[in-house]
């Protein structure tokens, strides 16, 4: 019988930390008060220059190229996220929802990774992790 197994796992986080003393100027709370009550110091947040989309695309590609796999073996690709794709719309961050696999293999593709295969996401909560590799190792086998 085949193996599923993870070979390689990548983590992006969006590039605008944002730290509680920001959050509790604008909501006029104590300083120090979030992170009492939650434990949080800190959160990422997209900057103007990102999406949901080119962070996906970013760590996709950067895992299938430090993988040591030739692209062209992978055949498929599942990929996790539970925020829902956005734009910046007059200031604004907006949410689209859409389905991000076409627009994951279409820039995979442009960067000339050498992927061509089926590529879905498997959206929600962390939970959903599990199902993904339910879903690829009941495929493999």
């Known amino acids: 019988m085949t193996e599923a197994f993870i ?3 990548c983590l992006k986080y969006p590039g605008r930390i944002v730290h509680n003393d920001e959050l509790e100027d604008r909501l006029s709370l104590n300083h120090g008060i ?6 949080i110091k800190h959160r990422y947040y997209v900057n103007d ?3 949901l989309h080119s962070i996906a695309t970013d760590a996709s590609a950067d895992v299938i190229t430090s993988s040591g796999i030739d692209p062209s073996e992978i055949d498929l690709i599942i990929f996790y996220t539970e925020v829902p794709p ?3 719309e007059d ?3 907006r949410r689209r929802f859409y ?3 076409p627009h994951m293999q279409y820039s995979l593709t442009q960067r000339s ?3 061509h295969c089926e590529c879905f996401n498997m959206a929600g909560s962390c939970v959903v992790f599990i199902s993904a590799l339910q879903i690829a190792a009941s495929l493999i086998r």
């Open 7 to 9: 070979l390689k796992s």
């Open 34 to 39: 979030i992170e009492r009550l939650t434990g």
């Open 49 to 51: 220059t990102e999406s």
């Open 86 to 88: 956005s734009y910046r």
């Open 91 to 93: 200031s604004l961050l």
């Open 99 to 101: 389905e991000l696999s």
């Open 113 to 115: 990774i050498g992927v």
